[in-house]
């Protein structure tokens, strides 16, 4: 059974620190993008960070950039996400994802580049609820 569990989610308050753990079971870790997305109510999922070993692929959005550091260790078949200095726009649930692609960003129309969409995932975690208090 695939699985992507996610923890470490909690309350915060502004300025604070959260360390997000993926666990995840039943597929080929290593050969897959992993991800995190976020969702904040009436908001729609953004992509946060992603890592992918196979294509050396890193990827921040710009809001968290500087702030959030992901980090893979396949011996534990386990990617964090690291969350310093959290800002309450930060406040959403947290899903792990994982996609076969196995890319974890591309390029745009416009030239720019963009993470991984929700459509283009494969796996998803049930989610952790980070709240940061002002």
């Known amino acids: 059974e695939v699985q992507l569990v996610e923890s470490g989610g909690g309350l915060v308050q502004a300025g604070g620190s959260l360390r997000l753990s993926c666990a995840a079971s039943g597929f080929a870790f290593d050969d897959y993008a992993i991800g995190w997305f976020r969702q904040a109510p009436g908001k729609e999922r953004e992509g946060v960070s992603c890592?992918?070993?196979?294509?050396?692929?890193?990827y921040y959005a710009d809001s968290v950039k500087g702030r959030f550091t992901i980090s893979k260790d396949n011996s534990k078949n386990t990617v964090y996400l690291q969350m310093n200095s959290l800002k309450p726009e930060d406040t959403a649930v947290y899903y792990c994802?994982?996609?076969?692609?196995?890319?974890?960003?591309?390029?745009?129309?416009?030239?720019?580049?963009?993470?991984?969409?929700?459509?283009?995932?494969?796996?998803w975690g049930q989610g952790t609820q980070v709240t940061v208090s002002s």
């Open positions: 994802a994982a996609s076969s692609i196995p890319y974890c960003s591309a390029t745009t129309e416009v030239g720019g580049v963009r993470m991984l969409l929700p459509a283009e995932i494969h796996y």
């Open positions: 890592i992918s070993d196979s294509v050396s692929g890193l």
